[in-house]
């Protein structure tokens, strides 16, 4: 844990691998972000108010899996500079500020909602 707050880990070069128990823990983060982009790939198809909230968090799954597969495949293989732990994370804090963004847009749907059955009331006594 001490090795984490310092500044030689972060910006190092030439880093070592990753331990084999931080390695598997990225690997199935890749692979719970592969599952979740097929399950969501079901689902984003249908209509509804909910279908531009499933095509972003599909394109936010599916994107970070193959940035995580890319960083991973530098990290394995020690390539200087690609897989210096900085790139890591830029990429973590990537996705907290793109989550972020696809929950605000969570938040606008019952506005859209209520938006929506006003307008429909009002084109009921519309001829």
């Not at 972060?10 to 599952?35: D, V, Y």
């Not at 279908?51 to 200087?80: D, H, T, W």
């Amino acid at each position: 844990m001490k090795n984490l707050l310092t500044l030689n880990y972060w910006f190092n070069l030439l880093p070592e691998g990753l331990t084999p128990s931080a390695q598997k823990l990225f690997i199935g983060f890749i692979i719970l972000l592969i599952i979740t982009s097929l399950l969501i790939a079901i689902f984003k198809g249908k209509t509804g108010l909910y279908r531009g909230f499933f095509k972003r968090l599909y394109g936010f799954c599916l994107s970070n899996a193959i940035i995580g597969m890319i960083l991973l495949f530098f990290n394995y293989e020690i390539v200087p500079f690609l897989s210096a732990r900085f790139w890591l994370g830029i990429w973590a804090i990537s996705m907290i500020i793109w989550l972020i963004s696809i929950l605000k847009g969570l938040k606008k749907i019952p506005i859209i909602k209520k938006e929506y059955a006003e307008k429909e009331e009002l084109k009921k006594y519309i001829p």
